[in-house]
């Protein structure tokens, strides 16, 4: 007979493992166990809360919104007034110029929503041949079957059959095997697809012009660039977005996290001219595609709010602020020899570690000491706060991860 298991199965986790750590409360860049243990959130529960948690004038949006009408269908023939509002505000935002909206519920959602838009774009331009999505190693894209089939993490697609076809992968920051693929399936591609920083991954900032270089390549072979932005968006690189901090603009550009800091699920992809235009050339032409959720009214109020937190509070400002400190730090205890290296960009950054360590004791020496970080691969750990995050709770997290790396 079985050995009785939580009915809870945890994502990214042993099936047989059965003792977690239950949070219970938040505030700011703080969240507390059911044991009382305060922990300094390093990680925006996972890329997303930018603006900290409990913000109690997100939850009075919500729940306002779910009193008067909690969700409708944005299917043809409805909308709503949240969802009008917060596209326009998302368009105001938006690095790219005349660019739409399409709502989601979340980044794999996006990701998928993203590649489907490029390959039908295509079509409706009158060129069914182009299917090919080219995504890098390293890559993270979630984890529908699209973002799966696009993933470069090769132990994230063990297991689950056949994936979706015509879509491949090249070395990550190869600018001339990018190149040497598109030219050899010539009119096939259908767009290239990129977080401007790998995060999931690892956090990998691009080498220098890599973005550049893939814009142009796209340009050269009629393809579309699309920019998984779930984690790069929204202040955590001291702009808007990653494309405004690289100032390199997609076609396409995904979204989520912390579009809503969490407090809803939401994600969605920017269209930009290249992709709308075709896609509108046809007055009888029909879009079959959208989720439930597309245009959630609760989840539109949450980002809303969300978004005018970030704008009043300066959080872009802070992120770079923020950012500086954990990369001044990291690149210190690299210096000292205490790690390998440290990487990053804006308010996001990994400790590269030695192959002597090992970054799951580090994340859990880091537990006991009350701090958060991620560990990633097997020589990684990350950094990701929200941009709320005061220096003194900032420097407790990158005091605990110098503790714990060396092992005291």
Not at 110 to 136: F, N, Y
Not at 360 to 366: F, H, T
């Amino acid at each position: 007979m079985n050995q009785a298991r939580n009915a809870f199965l945890h994502p990214f986790a042993k099936p047989t493992k059965d003792n977690f750590i239950k949070l219970v409360r938040g505030q700011g860049a703080l969240v507390w166990d059911d044991k009382g243990n305060e922990l300094v959130d390093g990680m925006a529960s996972l890329w997303y809360c930018a603006v900290g948690h409990g913000r109690k004038e997100i939850a009075d949006a919500v729940a306002k919104q779910i009193t008067t009408l909690e969700a409708y269908s944005t299917f043809d023939p409805f909308t709503s007034e949240p969802v009008e509002q917060l596209a326009a505000k998302l368009v105001s935002l938006c690095p790219m110029p005349d660019a739409r909206v399409f709502f989601c519920g979340s980044g794999s959602e996006a990701v998928d929503s993203a590649m489907k838009l490029a390959r039908l774009a295509h079509v409706q331009a009158g060129h069914p041949e182009r299917t090919l999505i080219i995504s890098r190693m390293r890559g993270y894209h979630g984890t529908n079957y699209g973002g799966t089939s696009a993933q470069g993490l090769p132990l994230n697609k063990v297991g689950y059959g056949p994936l979706v076809p015509d879509v491949e992968q090249v070395a990550s920051d190869d600018l001339e095997a990018m190149s040497v693929l598109m030219t050899q399936r010539g009119n096939t591609v259908a767009a290239v697809l990129a977080e401007p920083l790998q995060g999931a991954g690892g956090v990998y900032p691009p080498s220098a012009d890599y973005l550049k270089g893939l814009r142009k390549l796209c340009d050269q072979h009629g393809a579309f660039l699309i920019f998984d932005e779930v984690i790069t968006g929204f202040a955590r690189l001291g702009t808007w977005f990653g494309a405004n901090f690289y100032d390199v603009n997609p076609d396409l550009l995904c979204f989520a996290k912390a579009v809503t800091s969490g407090y809803q699920p939401l994600g969605g992809v920017f269209i930009g001219k290249a992709v709308r235009q075709p896609l509108e050339a046809d007055a009888d032409f029909f879009l079959r595609h959208g989720y439930t959720y597309s245009g959630h009214a609760s989840a539109c109020s949450a980002a809303l709010v969300n978004l005018e937190i970030i704008e009043r509070e300066g959080l872009r400002d802070r992120a770079t602020v923020i950012g500086k400190r954990i990369g001044d730090a990291l690149k210190a205890l690299a210096q000292d020899g205490v790690i390998d290296h440290a990487r990053g960009d804006g308010a996001v950054w990994a400790a590269g570690l030695h192959a002597s360590q090992n970054n799951i004791k580090i994340r859990d020496r880091m537990l006991e000491l009350g701090a958060i970080t991620r560990a990633i691969n097997a020589d990684t750990n990350t950094f990701c706060p929200p941009l709320v995050i005061t220096d003194a709770q900032l420097d407790k997290l990158l005091d605990a991860f110098a503790q714990a790396a060396t092992g005291k």
